[in-house]
């Protein structure tokens, strides 16, 4: 069974950082594209970073100064650290792990954790 277990949301002021973990287990992570994705109040799911199974990074434009996407093959984990956090970046992130093979999409999701920030 594949699950991939968010944590590290909580409230912060604005301006602070925040690292969010994925851990995941019954699927190698290094194997899939890993993204996170946020999803404002009222709002839809958007991808805020990615990083593909060769290391390639990319960011929404809104986050790109701030937020660091990265993966630890050992643990089996991916890690997004967010800096300078601003109240528009609120919202639940999700950790989002796909792979495409001839014969079909691989696409799991966390439960989520959410992402407060004060002002």
């Known amino acids: 069974q594949v699950q991939l277990v968010e944590s590290g949301g909580g409230l912060v002021q604005a301006g602070g950082s925040l690292r969010l973990s994925c851990v995941a287990s019954g699927i190698t992570l290094s194997a899939y594209t890993i993204g996170w994705y946020r999803q404002p109040p009222g709002k839809q799911r958007e991808l805020v970073a990615a990083i593909s199974e060769g290391g390639s990074t990319n960011y929404t434009d809104s986050v790109k100064t701030r937020f660091i996407i990265s993966r630890d093959k050992a643990k089996n984990t991916a890690y997004l650290q967010m800096n300078s956090l601003k109240f528009e970046d609120m919202a639940v992130y999700y950790c989002?792990?796909?792979?495409?093979?001839?014969?079909?999409?691989?696409?799991?999701w966390g439960q989520g954790t959410q992402v407060t920030v004060s002002s």
């Open positions: 989002n792990a796909r792979a495409i093979s001839p014969l079909r999409t691989y696409n799991y």
